[in-house]
């Protein structure tokens, strides 16, 4: 069933939108402050579609995304009180927020550079270092640091692919959608 190779077209068009670069930046600064969708979904196409721009789009990626950070600093610095109960509802961000926590007091500046560079939610540490009054040089530094070296890893992958990634990707997708989401089951099988 080809349920994967028409949405994956879709995707690469409006990752050639005029405007796609400002959506970027948009998802880019929400991300690192409260919203769940990573950035590297829309980087990663909108690389692969423009290889020219992949350095321009990772810039534009990580700029946005410390700046999203410091909203993050902000929120958890000024609002933690409101915060707290929708995280606390969500069982996933409270633990991450917890580990968080704990991260900071034994590796403070590592723990954010880390958290910008791995899939560990971001915007949890962000939130955190805010609560937790972390200096806010350090903190904008190792924000840079980690988010800039993923966002731009992302964005030479792509561009090193280019239009013969782009033209594999559209042969396998099907498969690779499929197995990507028997692996979803799987896991969620398994965690139960």
Same mark, same amino acid.
């Given at each position: ?44 196409? !909108? %690389? @692969? /579609?423009?290889?020219?721009? #992949? ?10 995304? +410390? &700046? ?65 009054? !972390? %200096? @806010? /040089?350090?903190?904008?530094? #190792? ?10 890893? +992302? &964005? ?37």
């Amino acid at each position: 069933m080809r349920i994967f190779s028409p949405l994956y077209r879709r995707v690469m068009q409006w990752s050639r939108h005029p405007r796609a670069p400002w959506f970027l930046g948009g998802l880019s600064f929400a991300e690192s402050s409260f919203f769940p969708v990573p950035p590297d979904v829309m980087l990663a196409p !909108m %690389a @692969l /579609a423009r290889p020219e721009r #992949a350095w321009r789009l990772a810039f534009i990626t990580t700029l946005a995304s +410390v &700046a999203g950070g410091l909203a993050g600093y902000a929120i958890g610095h000024f609002a933690f009180e409101w915060v707290a109960p929708w995280l606390e509802a969500r069982p996933r961000y409270w633990q991450a927020y917890q580990q968080a926590v704990a991260w900071f007091g034994r590796y403070g500046f590592w723990a954010v550079l880390v958290a910008g560079f791995s899939p560990i939610p971001y915007k949890v540490f962000t939130i955190a270092a805010g609560v937790l009054s !972390m %200096a @806010l /040089a350090p903190f904008a530094l #190792a924000s840079l640091v980690g988010r800039g070296a993923r966002f731009y890893l +992302v &964005a030479a992958l792509m561009r090193l692919g280019g239009a013969r990634m782009e033209a594999l990707l559209h042969r396998y997708v099907d498969a690779l959608g499929w197995v990507v989401v028997a692996l979803a089951v799987l896991a969620l099988i398994l965690t139960r």
